[in-house]
Structures are given as structure tokens and as C-alpha cells.
């Protein structure tokens, strides 16, 4: 179908509708932000400059940290500058690529931390086999499979949209495109667009978080079999940053989009949106750097004195 649309902007409402309210979360979505590109920044630089971290679970987790820097860029930055220039409009094109990069990057979250939990499983459960089964082959076609799989969902959303007619330049009642506030202002039929979100989406929501429970549900029998003393708490500790950033995740992400409409309203979504575009991103550094003493003295190496004077 031939895309009828003669708006070629939208208006976001912004973080907060309030001007006064507005500055003052934009100054800490700035913070935020900053600390987020920051951490992310030094997990992947510590694991790409010690060898000892060229291991397939922080190959993910480097692969995570970007697509984390990603997720908060595509949607955080366009709301810092409408609340800085006081200029709440996206052009029709800025938001469907907004869309498509926001979609791609979040449920290429998703499906890291699966493949993460899936790489914990097979370390504790079957380490016996775990070069063989997690070989850098295999590794490059599983992150080769996320990015297929995540481009062909957030492409498939993005040219439903661009069939759809907008006939006012309607107010997206949220501070980035996301997906449901933009189909809200369409004035054509959107029922195959909100099929494809409750198939699509759902797949990409609910079939990683099963693998996940699958793979800890395992590593937990096979955990609780070990009967050297402390042998099973040492296993599974390699397991508890994973694990908190999944809960962080989930918990966000469910809130967001699977709350019930009567129960969810517009500013408890754009809250969720927010934990989930921003709060987990910045989050997830911290998690894994406190919690883990590999990273954390990789971290250290890299911020010494003599790292850094070698690099000027």
C-alpha cells in the first residue's frame, strides 16, 4: 500500500510536560547518559585489552555494552535536545528511523542476555564440552543470528508504519518513538500493525526470557547435585551478575509493555520506558564490575597509570 501521509513531523510531549519539571530531568537524564556511554565504554575497552577476558561470555558481554550505549543513544539524545532547544518536534522519517533503532537495539538486549544464560549453562552443566560447544565459530553465528533475527523484527515494524496514514500532526505522548504511542495517532486502520506487535513482540519478549529460566532452572539442579563443599556456590557466583542484570531487565521491560491498559498510565509507561532505556544501561557496568573480580581488576589494569600513559 502506498503510504498516504501528509504530516512530515510529529510533537513529543518530552520527559515532562512541565518546563520547570523538564530541565531538571534532563539534567539528570544528561548525568545518566554520560555515565552510561562512560561504563560502557570502559567494559568493552578492558575486555578488547586483556587477554584473559577473550572468553565467549565477555565476548557477549562487550556485545551487550554496545548495544546498551546503542539502546540509550537512539532514544535519549533526541529528547536532551528538544528539552535543551525547547523544540518538541521529530521530523516523520527521524522518528521511523528512531523507531527501528530503538526496536533492533532493546530486543537485541534480549536476546545477549539469553545466549549469556545459554553460555552459563553449558560452562556449569557440560564444561567437559564447552570449547567444542562454544567455539569462536559457534559464537560469531550466534551474534550473527541476533543481529539477523533483530534487524528482520524492527525492519518488519518500521515498513507496517510507513503503509500507515497520519492525517494531523498529532503529539506522541512519550519523550522518543516508540512504537504504540505512534499508532495511536495513525487515521488508517492499524490492526495488522498491532497484530505483528502482539506476535512479534511477544516472540522476541517471552521466547529468550524462557530460555533463560530453561538454562537457570538447569544450572540450578546441577548446582544443587554438586556435593564438594562450596564447589556449588563457587559455580554458580559466576552466574550472579548475569543474573541480576536479567532480573533488572525483565523487571523493567515487563512493567513497561505487559502491564494491563487499565492498570498502566501514559507517565507509568514513560517512567518504565525510561527505567528500561536508561536506568538498566547504566546499571548493567556497575553490576558487572562489582560483582565480578576478573573485570574488575581488568578495569583496574586499564585506568592505571601505566595503561594509560602507554596509550599517549
Keep these: 500500500m502506498e503510504n498516504q501521509s501528509s504530516v512530515s513531523e510529529f510533537f513529543l510531549r518530552g520527559i515532562s510536560e512541565l518546563p520547570e519539571q523538564e530541565q531538571l530531568l534532563s539534567g539528570i537524564f544528561l548525568c545518566m547518559y554520560l555515565v552510561t556511554l562512560t561504563g560502557n565504554l570502559l567494559i568493552i575497552l578492558a575486555i578488547g585489552s586483556d587477554a584473559h577476558l577473550h572468553t565467549p561470555m565477555y565476548f557477549f558481554l562487550a556485545n551487550l555494552s554496545f548495544v546498551d550505549v546503542g539502546l540509550t543513544s537512539s532514544t535519549v539524545t533526541k529528547a536532551l535536545v528538544n528539552a535543551q532547544t525547547r523544540h518538541r518536534t521529530i521530523s516523520y522519517s527521524g522518528c521511523l528511523t528512531q523507531m527501528y533503532f530503538f526496536l533492533m537495539f532493546g530486543d537485541l538486549d534480549s536476546f545477549f542476555l539469553a545466549v549469556m544464560a545459554y553460555d552459563r549453562y553449558v560452562a556449569i552443566c557440560r564444561p567437559l564440552h564447552y570449547p567444542t560447544i562454544m567455539s569462536p565459530r559457534v559464537c560469531i553465528l550466534l551474534l550473527a543470528l541476533c543481529w539477523v533475527l533483530t534487524n528482520v523484527v524492527a525492519l518488519t515494524h518500521t515498513l507496517l508504519t510507513v503503509r500507515l496514514s497520519f492525517c494531523v500532526v498529532g503529539e506522541i505522548a512519550h519523550f522518543f518513538c516508540d512504537i504504540a504511542p505512534v499508532l ?129
Excluded at 280 to 301: G, H, Q, V, W
Design 184 to 312: 495511536k495517532l495513525s487515521c488508517s486502520s492499524t490492526r495488522v500493525n498491532e497484530l505483528m506487535v502482539f506476535v512479534l513482540g511477544g516472540t522476541v519478549l517471552v521466547v529468550p526470557f524462557v530460555c533463560i529460566l530453561v538454562s537457570y532452572v538447569h544450572i540450578v539442579l546441577a548446582v544443587l547435585s554438586v556435593r564438594t563443599p562450596g564447589g556449588g556456590g563457587k559455580a554458580f557466583s559466576t552466574c550472579s551478575s548475569h543474573l541480576c542484570v536479567v532480573c533488572v531487565f525483565y523487571g523493567t521491560l515487563f512493567s513497561a509493555y505487559l502491564c494491563p491498559p487499565s492498570v498502566a498510565s501514559e507517565e507509568k509507561n514513560v517512567a518504565a520506558a525510561a527505567m528500561y532505556t536508561v536506568v538498566t544501561p547504566m546499571l548493567n557496568p556497575f553490576i558487572y564490575s562489582l560483582r565480578n573480580k576478573d573485570l574488575k581488576a581488568a578495569l583496574e589494569r586499564l585506568l592505571s597509570h601505566r595503561r594509560l600513559s602507554s596509550w599517549i
